[in-house]
């Protein structure tokens, strides 16, 4: 009796490395893909990285921190905060908005509505900055009512909020809508009925839920305000001092050869994308977490959420 | 039918008014504004705009380079989402984190990053230099950028199929009879194909777009290394804007098939999924159950 208990059990356990075998591949394949995905990756992301602390640090840490003292570098750093200021927070709140309209009802052209809310992901920025010169600048077609009442938003920084809330536009309401969806309305509707008010239902019920979620999109949504170039650069119109971002900034830097100043500037901007997807990492964790618990369902925020 | 099914919750209206307010003031009365703009160009003097020698060999440039970037990016992000799916080593969960660094770093940095690298003193562009190759400020540096920024898109696709991918499915061929080569052409292959797909068209249309990396690494050369959003550029600072207009007319056609291509591919790629996955579980407990009624 023993011995063939004993005997299955080695039977099962030979089954078991065969079957390993047969659904993975040798050693030698395994080693050989790891290593050129190591090589891809250090060519096109790890080197990237290290060249901009290197060449930042490469004339010490005095000129490093010089490279920020200067006015021009300050005043991007300050617009750059301003931009992503104005912008984050009214795409969080058309972010709710839409997801909330979205997600807890059904109604016609929904889909559409969907579809237009991720238009701005696929215009190319160059392209998002040039639209609003079509309808602000002076050629523009509001343009000549514009300044007839002196008021200026292409060259200036009006034009760069608008531009920038353009290309971030879809990022938070993008995160929201599947977790959204994916909770339902009945505990929504349990509140209500126990006579909390909508906003009551809000704030204690659906926020909580989507926290994470949130947190998430505006962490995206931030990155790519601070760091957006091409839809800026264009209606922007390069004033020194006064409508320079940072990116606009590097760029100027960059072309006057000052490349220890370009790259000062540029690591500030690589530290906030590490920064980023540190956090990314830890919502995701944090999300995970929360689910494993019995009734979680599951509100990981999406892998795909960068994406289109 | 009516516009709204009935729902206890409120907030629809407000919330739906202000999204509509929204998206038209900020997205679509500006994109119509283009086309209107547009319109004040005569047809022939639209085509003459956009088939322009310089405006050709831009978009050569640009879908040719993009085509590139986006068959490498496939090529790897296949085998990056297969590697930190399926196997374990040191510094995974760093390498996995750090595949969305294109998404997170700014454009501009990686622009100034990946021109430094690959220009002639540059720490991989010297030794390509010796064997004759100019990276920088030549179309394979605009290749080199424009594979960077769409490095995550099949990783990111991919990824997800991969991990719901049943291990069952790859047991049955191995017991088949199938290699290990024959199970992955025939077996993982085809489930994962459609998610490739989608991540491959993003890419491919992300880096259409692109503007920020490529500036920097091109050089910028009229007919030779101008990409179609720099020559979009190019047209506004000479204060052409008919012929910026018109241009980006093309582009916005052109994003909006893509945009609705992905759609209908993510669509596709969904369906696959969820209808490869289900009868082979069902099938699964098909097989099962003799197993235990012998038993």
Redesign the interface.
């Known amino acids: 009796m023993a011995a063939s208990i004993s005997l299955h059990l080695i039977g099962s356990a030979q089954l078991a490395a065969r079957?390993r075998v047969?659904?993975?591949?040798s050693r030698l394949v395994?080693w050989t893909?790891?290593f050129?995905?190591?090589l891809?990756?250090v060519?096109?992301?790890?080197?990237?990285?290290a060249?901009?602390f290197t060449?930042a640090l490469s004339k010490g840490l005095s000129t490093y921190f010089a490279a920020f003292r200067e006015p021009d570098a300050l005043s991007a750093i300050r617009l750059t905060l301003l931009a992503a200021g104005i912008a984050v927070p009214?795409n969080l709140?058309?972010g709710i908005?839409?997801s909330?309209?979205?997600a807890?009802?059904?109604?016609?052209g929904k889909s559409l509505?969907v579809?237009?809310?991720?238009?701005?992901f696929?215009?190319?920025?160059?392209?998002s900055g040039?639209?609003?010169?079509?309808?602000f600048?002076l050629?523009?077609?509001l343009g000549p009512w514009l300044a007839a009442h002196d008021i200026k938003i292409i060259f200036a920084v009006p034009g760069i909020v608008?531009a920038t809330?353009?290309v971030t536009?879809p990022f938070v309401a993008r995160e929201l809508i599947p977790l959204i969806q994916a909770q339902g309305?009945e505990e929504?509707?349990a509140a209500?009925?126990l006579g909390a008010s909508?906003w009551q239902?809000?704030w204690r019920v659906t926020l909580p839920n989507i926290k994470w979620g949130l947190l998430y999109g505006v962490i995206?949504c931030n990155?790519r305000a601070?760091?957006?170039?091409?839809a800026v650069?264009?209606v922007s119109g390069h004033i020194r001092g006064r409508t320079n971002t940072?990116?606009?900034h590097?760029?100027i830097l960059?072309n006057e050869y000052q490349?220890q100043a370009?790259?000062a500037v540029?690591s500030l901007?690589?530290l906030?994308?590490?920064v980023?997807?540190?956090a990314?990492?830890a919502v995701e964790w944090k999300a995970k977490q929360e689910n494993s618990q019995p009734h979680g369902r599951d509100l990981t925020p999406d892998?795909?959420g960068?994406?289109? | 039918m009516t516009f709204k099914q009935r729902s206890i919750l409120p907030g629809f209206g407000l919330t739906l008014g202000f999204t509509l307010t929204y998206l038209s003031l900020i997205v679509l009365i500006p994109l119509s504004a283009t086309f209107l703009k547009a319109s004040s160009l005569s047809w022939a003097a639209f085509w003459h705009i956009v088939t322009s020698p310089r405006a050709l060999a831009s978009y050569r440039l640009t879908f040719g380079a993009s085509l590139i970037a986006a068959l490498i990016n496939l090529f790897f992000g296949m085998l990056l989402a297969w590697v930190l799916v399926r196997y374990n080593f040191p510094g995974k969960k760093i390498f996995d984190s750090m595949v969305d660094l294109p998404f997170a770093l700014p454009t501009a940095v990686a622009g100034i990053a990946l021109t430094t690298i690959y220009s002639t003193h540059g720490w991989v562009g010297r030794y390509l230099d010796s064997i004759g190759i100019k990276a920088a400020y030549s179309p394979l540096g605009v290749v080199i950028a424009l594979t960077f920024i769409g490095l995550p898109f099949v990783v990111r696709t991919v990824q997800p199929v991969l991990e719901d991918l049943d291990k069952e499915m790859e047991e049955a061929a191995a017991s088949l009879g199938a290699n290990r080569w024959q199970t992955f052409s025939r077996v993982i292959l085809p489930s994962v194909a459609p998610a490739a797909l989608t991540g491959f068209t993003m890419a491919f249309a992300r880096a259409i777009g692109e503007y920020g990396s490529v500036v920097f690494i091109s050089g910028n050369m009229p007919m030779k290394t101008e990409i179609t959003p720099l020559l979009i550029i190019t047209k506004l600072e000479q204060y052409d804007y008919a012929g910026a207009t018109a241009i980006a007319v093309v582009m916005l056609v052109f994003s909006f098939t893509m945009l609705l291509a992905i759609n209908l591919l993510q669509k596709w790629s969904s369906r696959h999924h969820h209808s490869g996955g289900t009868p082979e579980v069902v099938e699964g407990e098909a097989l099962h159950a003799p197993v235990y009624a012998e038993a």
């Open positions: 079957a047969a659904t993975s591949e395994r893909l790891i050129v995905a190591f891809f990756l060519f096109f992301l790890f080197m990237p990285l060249i901009v060449s009214l709140i058309f908005a839409a909330w309209a979205i807890k009802f059904d109604f016609l509505l579809t237009l809310i991720d238009l701005p696929s215009v190319s920025p160059v392209v040039l639209i609003y010169v079509l309808l600048g050629q523009g077609l608008l809330i353009f536009f309305i929504e509707e209500l009925t909508g239902t809000f995206l990155a601070m760091g957006e170039f091409g650069s264009v940072m990116p606009l590097i760029e960059y490349f370009a790259f540029a901007l690589a906030l994308a590490l980023t997807l540190i990314k990492s892998h795909q960068f994406l289109l």
